[in-house]
T-cell receptor, first 114, second 112 residues
Framework: KAGVTQTPRYLIKTRGQQVTLSCSPI?????VSWYQQTPGQGLQFLFEYFSETQRNKGNFPGRFSGRQFSNSRSEMNVSTLELGDSALYLCASSPGLAGSYEQYFGPGTRLTVT | QQQVKQSPQSLIVQKGGISIINCAYE??????FPWYQQFPGKGPALLIAIRPDVSEKKEGRFTISFNKSAKQFSLHIMDSQPGDSATYFC???????????FGAGTRLAVHP
């Protein structure tokens, strides 16, 4: 089975712009979670989507949003970028069913805001 | 209530030695405790995980020890190898929530 794929792998944006990141989960997995990784704050949960619905949400401002499509692929959007949004954005794939807990991460998208 | 505290921040071990990383949690509702390994430029890779109904789980050279009463769990890497040099993260979550709360990470260096 192919693993989790994320595109693009690297992105440079200017403060004030918006950005969209994409994640394709492992085939058959219905849950996609997004995490932000920074040297200062570590790994922080953004949100989780399951069957096209946001199921869980972390403590991030409304500038961070996401969606999931019927094929389980997910996108994450950050509007009005700030310098502090520079981070590695990771998506994690999971079956999403009761009793299944494992999450498998993609390689991440490295976002740099200048 | 949501924190997971991980120690040490960094660890140097000689080849063949035992690496031990510790984590403590606060929220007693957590019931899934995975460990992830991350190499530079890569995403975290699931290494091993445990549920609170067992006190120990072993997979190859990797063992998780779990102490429910102390709200602590640890990762032991036996016969550590230079290829194990990476950053290790513990995490916790609770049933029905695919929301992992991560520790701050431990940078492990295994010297030949």
């Amino acid at each position: 089975k192919a693993g989790v794929t994320q595109t693009p792998r690297y992105l440079i944006k200017t403060r004030g712009q918006q950005v969209t990141l994409s994640c394709s989960p492992i085939s058959g997995h219905r849950s996609v979670s997004w995490y932000q990784q920074t040297p200062g704050q570590g790994l922080q949960f953004l949100f989780e989507y399951f069957s096209e619905t946001q199921r869980n949400k972390g403590n991030f401002p409304g500038r961070f949003s996401g969606r999931q499509f019927s094929n389980s692929r997910s996108e994450m959007n950050v509007s009005t970028l700030e310098l502090g949004d520079s981070a590695l954005y990771l998506c994690a794939s999971s079956p999403g069913l009761a009793g299944s807990y494992e999450q498998y991460f993609g390689p991440g998208t490295r976002l740099t805001v200048t | 209530q949501q924190q997971v505290k991980q120690s040490p921040q960094s660890l140097i071990v000689q080849k063949g030695g035992i690496s031990i990383i510790n984590c403590a949690y606060e929220n007693t509702a957590f019931d899934y405790f995975p460990w992830y390994q991350q190499f530079p430029g890569k995403g975290p890779a699931l290494l091993i995980a445990i549920r609170p109904d067992v006190s120990e789980k072993k997979e190859g050279r990797f063992t998780i020890s779990f102490n429910k009463s102390a709200k602590q769990f640890s990762l032991h890497i036996m016969d550590s190898q230079p290829g194990d040099s990476a950053t290790y993260f513990c995490a916790a979550s609770k049933s029905g929530y695919n929301k992992l709360i991560f520790g701050a990470g431990t940078r492990l260096a295994v010297h030949p």
